[in-house]
Nanobody, 117 residues
Framework: QVQLVESGGGLVQAGGSLRLSCAAS????????MNWYRQAPGKERDLVAA???????TYADSVKGRFTISRDNTKNTVYLQMNVLKPEDTAVYYC???????????WGQGTQVTVSS
């Protein structure tokens, strides 16, 4: 059974930092592209950051220079370090695992991030 469990969300003031974690089980973690998405109320779910099995990273323009995605294949965990948080970063953040060259996508349950002004 595949499980992705996010943690680390919470309430923070603008300018603050949070570190999200996503622990995976039931998959060959090192073979998957790991992604962080977010969804604000009334909006679509958008890709925030992604990291390939080889460590290559991509970011949404809105978070470049503020967020850093990383992975630890020994712990089957992907992280999202979020700095200089803004109120517009408020959303539910989801972890997703994608197996390359397939349509297989696994999702976590999400963790709420709220940034107060």
């Amino acid at each position: 059974q595949v499980q992705l469990v996010e943690s680390g969300g919470g309430l923070v003031q603008a300018g603050g930092s949070l570190r999200l974690s996503c622990a995976a089980s039931g998959i060959i973690f090192s073979s998957h592209i790991m992604n962080w998405y977010r969804q604000a109320p009334g909006k679509e779910r958008d890709l925030v950051a992604a990291i390939s099995s080889g460590g290559r990273t991509t970011y949404a323009d809105s978070v470049k220079g503020r967020f850093t995605i990383s992975r630890d294949n020994t712990k089957n965990t992907v992280y999202l370090q979020m700095n200089v948080l803004k109120p517009e970063d408020t959303a539910v953040y989801y972890c997703a695992a994608v197996l390359p060259t397939t349509t297989l996508v696994y999702w976590g349950q999400g963790t709420q991030v709220t940034v107060s002004s």
